[in-house]
């Protein structure tokens, strides 16, 4: 640790903070991952179809807030510092699980949700902290570190999640209250700040959510139309899983809450394992756009099948096709770093940013009242995999987008307009 911190011995508390800040965030958001559509359903009188309108509003208005408030943190950061940001973003975080574990109804429910969504872009934040403390050489394998921190927070956070709502639903916010607040007193002791007085900024500065000019650039080259349009719809398809996932499994297959948690930390365990052995190859052998292709269609294939699944067993056969959606990311940054070359690398990953952001605000609603339309309309047949479908049918389009993709030349990049 000390190698990778320059040898600044003065950090390495502080990196102990920020690893174990990334570990307890990544926990504490995972841990209610598997409760909090149960909760909703227990608050809606068990009525599915208004659960669903409500985590429609839940998630849109957590990616909302987290959309408004991460440029905010970060001006607020390069003028006052890291270290006030990072501390006040845990002490809300936590106070933000505790109220979620006390309020009785459904508007103090999503009160505390915008609260979350706002606390949780302060990841830019934790970010930028690491590369004020470490150098280029070692900066890479450090944001490694917080990667496997994340990845790990995601295996453990769903089962744990899943055993304590067992015992009561609102206990996994209480334990998800007090990881994060004694991660703020520990914090607070030993964080020193990072950003010295004559690097930090005048005043606030804010910069917009929408970065108009990167959008402009996506829109006026065919390959980055064509790049930005998978990114989108990979977002889009994606928002499944935080919106309707969990009425849905709960629905179709029955699963209690433990079950949800081992079922969310299975698909993690198969994730990580893709990643670390397949990506790798699989790039190598055929290449950033074949990948990407390939992807796509693990995506769109697995969702299908999971969208007809009568049962758990079944459903057990797509773990490991699904995990290869995986390789639609590392596909995707190959194919946008060499189109968008050294000098429009802000600005190309700045427009994506903004459409993905518009896709958090948009998915939820889309999936929230497919899912309420197929829990409540009557039929005969078991239409609640619609909303699974629509997101297999987002990434047949972006299947059929990535074939068509082609590289253009160079020297047609547009000037850095960002």
Not at 15 to 23: A, C, D, G, W
């Amino acid at each position: 640790m000390g190698h990778a911190l320059g040898g600044n011995a003065r950090y390495r508390p502080a990196f102990r903070f920020i690893f174990i800040s990334t570990l307890m965030s990544a926990i504490s958001f995972s841990i209610v991952i598997p409760i909090l559509p149960n909760l909703v359903v227990e608050l809606s009188g068990g009525d599915y179809a208004v659960a669903a309108t409500w985590m429609m509003l839940f998630t849109s208005a957590w990616g909302v807030a987290q959309i408004v408030s991460a440029p905010i943190l970060g001006g607020i950061s390069d003028r006052h510092g890291r270290r006030s940001v990072l501390l006040l973003s845990s002490l809300g975080l936590g106070i933000d699980y505790a109220f979620m574990a006390m309020f009785p109804s459904l508007w103090m429910l999503l009160l505390a949700r915008i609260v979350s969504g706002a606390t949780a872009a302060s990841f830019s934040t934790a970010h930028a902290y690491v590369a004020d403390i470490t150098d280029q050489q070692s900066r890479a394998a450090v944001f490694g570190k917080l990667a496997a921190a994340t990845s790990v927070g995601f295996m453990i956070g769903p089962v744990l999640g899943g055993l304590l709502g067992e015992i009561d639903l609102r206990l996994p916010y209480v334990a998800a209250s007090c990881a994060t607040l004694m991660n703020f007193v520990y914090g607070y002791f030993v964080l020193p700040e990072s950003l010295p007085p004559e690097r930090r900024t005048d005043r606030v500065t804010v910069r917009s959510p929408f970065n108009a000019a990167g959008v402009k650039l996506l829109l006026g080259r065919r390959d980055l139309r064509s790049l930005s349009s998978v990114s989108f719809l990979y977002a889009l398809s994606n928002m499944l899983w935080g919106s309707v996932w969990v009425l849905f499994c709960t629905h179709r297959f029955g699963w209690s809450p433990i079950g949800m948690g081992i079922a969310t930390a299975a698909a993690g365990v198969v994730g990580v394992m893709v990643q670390t052995w397949a990506v790798g190859r699989i790039v190598n052998r055929v290449g950033e756009k074949r990948t990407l292709e390939i992807g796509a269609a693990a995506a769109a294939l697995s969702l299908a099948y999971i969208a007809f699944c009568p049962d758990t067993w079944w459903y057990a056969l797509s773990v490991v096709p699904a995990a290869f959606s995986l390789l639609v990311g590392p596909g995707m940054q190959g194919l946008v770093s060499a189109a968008a070359g050294p000098q429009q690398q802000g600005s190309v990953r700045g427009g994506m940013q903004a459409l993905n952001g518009i896709a958090t605000v948009i998915g939820p609603l889309l999936y929230g009242g497919v899912f309420a339309w197929s829990v409540s309309v009557d039929s005969r047949f078991d239409l609640t995999g619609a909303a699974v479908l629509l997101s297999s049918f987002c990434m047949v389009i972006a299947f059929f987008v990535a074939r068509r993709f082609a590289r253009e030349p160079a020297h047609e990049v547009a000037p850095d307009t960002a």
